[in-house]
């Protein structure tokens, strides 16, 4: 499975951007949302389980973003609302079969990334 994320730029804190990630093939796998600010570890911000039903958010992102997925399109988005400087970093999809949804080694597959970037 190949990941390709897309859909960052640059907007002025408050605004808003919606990523895409498409996967080269059908996957039933759990699919997450992490990021990259320069100098800093990966870090978990959010996932959807297979069938969409559940989802988890990180505490900085909770209210503003939503993780959503279409299956028939092999497709995961994340609208993110009300942006801040903060987060300003590279994006990245996942997908894996794991129980450790936080963990950016516990995926299988990872996309290039696309950079976001928040002004104040």
């Known amino acids: 499975v190949q990941l390709q994320a897309s859909g960052g730029g640059l907007v002025q804190a408050g605004g808003s951007l919606r990523l895409t990630c498409a996967a080269s093939?059908?996957?039933?796998?759990?699919m997450a949302w992490f990021r990259q600010a320069p100098g800093k570890e990966h870090e978990f911000v959010t996932c959807?389980?297979?069938?969409?039903?559940?989802?988890s958010y990180a505490d900085p992102v909770k209210g503003r973003f939503t993780i959503s997925r279409d299956n028939a399109k092999n497709t995961v988005y994340l609208q993110m609302n009300s942006l801040k400087p903060e987060d300003t970093a590279v994006y990245y999809c996942?997908?894996?079969?794991?129980?450790?949804?936080?963990?950016?080694?516990?995926?299988?597959?990872w996309g290039q990334g696309t950079l976001v970037t928040v002004s104040s």
């Open positions: 959807i389980s297979w069938n969409g039903s559940g989802a």
């Open positions: 996942a997908a894996g079969i794991t129980t450790r949804y936080m963990r950016w080694s516990s995926y299988d597959y």
């Open positions: 093939g059908r996957t039933s796998a759990i």
